[in-house]
């Protein structure tokens, strides 16, 4: 069978460019979300004709890449219609400025010598090094959590976690805002899955006083997040902890955005709540602190890490994180646990403050109350969104924007990430182009 790829030349029908601007500008993404129909090769050629208006019309935030090192703090990004955006890169995770530090590049380049550059396969079937070791060891004393297992990427940590430990009879209870690995990890787990009202600990209480009211026999699981990284939000976790123990639940914290980027001693959230060991199940990601790809389950319960281990979907059909991330992670580890790393928190945080300053004087909404590596700037209104996601792209700021699915389709917003090493002309020219060309698209989106 042969399928028709619209392009922007020839359209799904003959629509006049005007609607199709329009359209390209305003239309839900989630029209698309469920489709239906017999032919799986050319039932999304809607959707494909829709993408392909937003590019042209500069309306596309998604696929750009990346021409220069992605995670220094100015690069050059090119969309797929060939927009290059070169200026201060606010688009990139990677807080505390250490994909180019010496130690971590030494350390990958020591251990893509001496183990090469792949593992023998799954972490259970031979995927591990003696640096695996030695990282689980590093992240079980920082998190002071004695047993942890390490996963491919931080999604494969969260889901597989969950996915492994919870079953049909037992009650998951998430954030609403909850991370997609960690609703997904609760949807296959087959355990009951409910949401409670974002950061509200009396809404979790009441959720927990109905569950036990009729079932005391099984395990019930509240996960949340250290820091919510699309609201720079977070929960009070030692109160949480506390509700959770009352009702013989088991708490989970994803420390994806906090574990090594806040805390005097970089432990996060857990340590700025004083509950560092504490917690049941901490999932986290390298991805934005320890300058790789790569997850972990630090958990007290040396059983719980062996059945996930065993169970934890990643662990067993997936192969193992490379000898080269987990030596740049190890060594992240050290710079984050250091007096450097605490030297480059604060300068991550006064970045990060800087710009929350700078964007609020221009009247701009700066939406959290945690001054956190990431800064989300609301736009509200979607076609806002895309139009000023555009402008900024022609105007020379790296700067990504959050639409549906993602957040709301009336909560659209820039989510920007500070590094440690952006400087103070990085900061003011962000602000700058955002506040120019927010104000632009919404004169003329009306
Ligand atoms: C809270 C949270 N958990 C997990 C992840 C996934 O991490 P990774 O991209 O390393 O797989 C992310 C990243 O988007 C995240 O924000």
Redo the contacts with the bound molecule.
Sequence with gaps: MTTTVPTSATPAGARPLDDRRADAREKDIMRFRTVSGPDLTTRNDAYLAWQLDRQQAELWPYFRRYESAALTTRATVVSDTGVVTQGPNFGG?DYLSLTAHPAVLDAAHQALRDYGPLTAGSPALGGATPISKALETGLGEALRTEHVALFP??????FGTIRSLLHRRDHILLDRL?????RQGAAASGASVEFFRHLDNEAVRRHLRGIRATDTAGAVLVVT?GV??MDSDTPQLAELLGICREYGAHLMV?V??DFGAMGERGGGQLEVHGILGEVDFV??????TFAT???FLATPSASAREYVRMFGGPQTFSSAITPVQTAVALAALSVVTSAEGARRRTAVSAVATRLREGLTARGLEVMGDVVCPVVPVLIGDTPTGRTASGLIARAGLVAHLVEQPAVASDAARFRLQAMAEHSDDDVDTAIDILDTCIREARRTVG
């Design positions: 995770q990427t931080g999604w494969a940590a969260g909850s991370h997609d690995s960690l997040e919510f990284s994803d994806a955005h999932v986290g990601a390298f991805s934005k790809t790569g997850g």
